[in-house]
């Protein structure tokens, strides 16, 4: 044959049909099929494959909520493995949780910490996915605590034009409706608009209880050019809830009175929490290795109304004692982050880079009118509308609170070879308070600075097996001051872990285990030498071990689930005993959802499923002996398929109507757990 002459081709040569290979096209800040992740975000602040990164992460993804027909993110966090309920403040917010042990404050969304204030609990209807970092999280994120992070991904703009409506009703008259719209803005999809908007109307099994919450999400990305792309985001949330802290058990003695028994006074109607939140990202691409992110996050808010609250039980076991509280918060919140990240090999050593920067002003006003616990009640006939007594000026609230922090972290993710990665980080925090008591009259100023470091290695012992270990430390600075009007040190932080990530059924099912130790010192605690005033010298462990499942068996069957064990204790105080346990924190926790889909037949179209969600006994109140039982729930799910755009649900939650209690306090101040209930929903494609 010459050359360039042309080849011969056979009349009766087979022609063979064409083959679309699709890769798997997860993104760390996007959609997840079925309930397992393989990506994320949170550990590295870079898309890294869950599997490569040495440390726990348990992500939850939006089919999660949806399966369970949960509006809020505390559903969520049942099934993410060693997450417990704190201090919610009365219902309104999300202002506490524990993980692994211990209680934090902080927690982000999209990289932002949105817990500033007292901001509402983030809406499922604008939730991508839920991730929780596990261990301290300082070299990333800064101040907070050591026994981890939760991150919130919310849902971005799409290529797809969609539009999906949402309607659920259930028991005590719970109303909510969501609406899902996403559209291209022009013909080559560059343009893209998502709209997120939830209207709810909630009574509840407690006793005078109301909320009406209204939550509106539009987002908007723009790819300005093949190298540069802007995301635009913002939130606007209007809560009415009644406050709410629960029961009471006198003596400590539980299940006295009813469940659904509400000590506030339902004239002081109720509280009012408005948020607005808007961010924005523009990514450039400097070349095909090395891209540029700058991003700005603001909120504020405003929290104000009337709460009757529970004060102390009288020595005749029924007469409780209550004082009002009229509150009145606004905060804001400004945050900018620059980061650059990108590769470069050193010899066979691969790395991803980060380096990045942030500035963070911040300003709370709280103020706050206190009467004395005039308002009696008596706990098993309580007769409301007792006159509103007078404030007392000594119990008056006005403090101003404002933050200046200013950060440098500096990351390198390390692949050595196909089977050992590792990463190394730290974190340069100068962090500036001033907190102005208006009623003392006194003005309190600290300055910290503090370097965080991180290191984790992990080696993919075979293809399915990979084990990982890794230390890293925190901080959080404390409020107040002491007798000589000293600041207090900060928190102090360290964690360490190791454990296994499993990759089994031809992967179709992750699973991770490890086991921790944590530390925290510099906890505040009652000054011997002054009493009244506090000193920065406790000391809290924790340690154990916890795991995380989730994955899809076979085509029908999908679960995701974990399991805690954890020992939480005081270790140094000078009120509480060495050995107390901390609040809220069950020894044992474990949950385990699962799906069933039917294809085939006659069931076709339809899903079975159910959750188990167990939580042990915990304390209920710090330096006493009053507990709060262990638990077990059961939940049952059915959602069916009836066309191709529309989708039938029923949930019925503690399906065996058990009785128990989600957190408290004190024993004043103790939430129950939602009696037997039943909720319907419709989903429709528009």
Do not use: C
Request: aromatic share 8%; no cysteine; proline share 4%.
């Amino acid at each position: 044959m010459l050359a360039g002459a042309p080849l011969a081709v056979a009349e009766d040569a087979a022609v063979l049909d064409s083959v679309t290979i699709t890769a798997d096209q997860e993104r760390a800040d996007g959609p997840v099929q079925g309930y397992r992740a393989k990506r994320s975000r949170s550990a590295t602040k870079t898309d890294t494959p869950i599997e490569e990164t040495p440390q726990s992460i348990s992500v939850v993804p939006a089919s999660v909520l949806q399966d369970l027909d949960s509006p809020r993110v505390e559903k969520a966090l049942d099934f993410a493995g060693g997450v417990a309920r704190q201090n919610d403040f009365g219902g309104l917010t999300m202002y506490e949780y524990s993980v692994r042990g211990l209680t934090t404050g902080e927690f982000y969304k999209d990289g932002f910490s949105v817990n500033r204030g007292f901001m509402n609990p983030p809406d499922a209807s604008n939730i991508e996915r839920v991730e929780v970092l596990k261990g301290p999280s300082a070299s990333l994120y800064g101040r907070g605590d050591p026994g981890g992070t939760i991150n919130i991904v919310s849902k971005r703009p799409q290529l797809d034009s969609f539009a999906r409506l949402d309607l659920s009703a259930g028991r005590w008259d719970r109303y909510r409706t969501a609406l899902d719209v996403n559209t291209p803005l022009d013909e080559d999809g560059n343009m893209l608009y998502r709209m997120n908007i939830a209207i709810e109307d909630n009574n509840s099994f407690r006793d005078h209880r109301e909320a009406e919450r209204q939550f509106v999400a539009p987002s908007f990305s723009w790819e300005l050019s093949p190298d540069t792309r802007l995301l635009v985001q913002a939130e606007v949330v209007r809560n009415r809830q009644t406050f709410d802290r629960g029961v009471v058990a006198p003596g400590g003695d539980l299940g006295k009175v009813s469940r659904s028994a509400f000590y506030g006074e339902p004239s002081d109607g109720p509280i009012s929490n408005d948020n607005e939140t808007l961010q924005a990202e523009l990514e450039h691409d400097l070349n095909e290795v090395w891209t540029l992110r700058l991003a700005s996050h603001y909120k504020q808010g405003r929290m104000d109304g009337y709460a009757t609250e529970a004060a102390e039980v009288a020595a005749d076991g029924r007469t409780l004692t209550r004082n009002l509280r009229y509150r009145d918060y606004d905060w804001q919140d400004a945050i900018t982050q620059l980061e650059l990240r990108g590769r470069f090999d050193t010899g066979s050593i691969e790395h991803q880079l980060l380096i990045g920067t942030e500035y963070e002003r911040y300003a709370l006003s709280e103020f706050m009118l206190r009467s004395n616990n005039l308002r009696i009640i008596d706990l098993y006939n309580p007769v409301y509308g007792a006159p509103r007594p007078a404030f007392n000026p000594a119990r008056t609230v006005d403090r101003n609170e404002l933050v200046h922090s200013r950060a440098l972290n500096l990351q390198d993710q390390i692949r050595f070879t196909d089977k050992l990665f590792g990463v190394i980080g730290a974190r340069y925090d100068h962090y500036e308070q001033r907190l102005d008591n208006e009623v003392a009259g006194r003005r309190t100023e600290q300055t910290h600075e503090k370097v965080t470091p991180r290191v984790g290695v992990l080696y993919q012992l075979i293809p399915e097996v990979g084990l990982f270990a890794n230390a890293s430390q925190s901080f959080k600075p404390n409020n107040g001051a002491d007798f000589s009007g000293a600041t207090f040190d900060p928190e102090e932080g360290v964690g360490y872990e190791a454990g296994v990530k499993l990759d089994l059924f031809d992967g179709r099912l992750g699973l991770t285990a490890a086991a921790f130790h944590l530390t925290k010192e510099n906890v505040l605690t009652s000054d011997p030498a002054n009493s009244g005033f506090q000193i920065a010298a406790g000391e809290v462990r924790s340690r154990g071990i916890d795991l995380q499942l989730a994955g899809q068996l076979t085509d029908a069957i999908r679960v995701i689930g974990g399991y805690a064990y954890v020992d939480a204790e005081v270790t140094r105080d000078n009120t509480l005993a060495s050995g107390s346990r901390l609040l809220n924190v069950p020894r044992h926790s474990g949950s385990l959802l699962t799906t069933y889909e039917f294809f085939d037949g006659d069931l076709s179209g339809l899903s079975l499923g159910g959750a188990v969600n167990y939580v042990g006994d915990r304390a209920g109140q710090a330096d006493s002996n009053f507990e709060l039982p262990s638990y077990t729930t059961v939940d049952l799910l059915a959602r069916y398929k009836a066309t191709q755009k529309l989708t039938l649900g029923m949930n019925l939650n503690n399906a065996f109507d058990r009785t128990y209690y989600e957190r408290s306090y004190s024993n004043v101040w103790v939430m129950p757990g939602e009696p037997r209930n039943l909720s319907v929903s419709l989903s429709v494609e528009l």
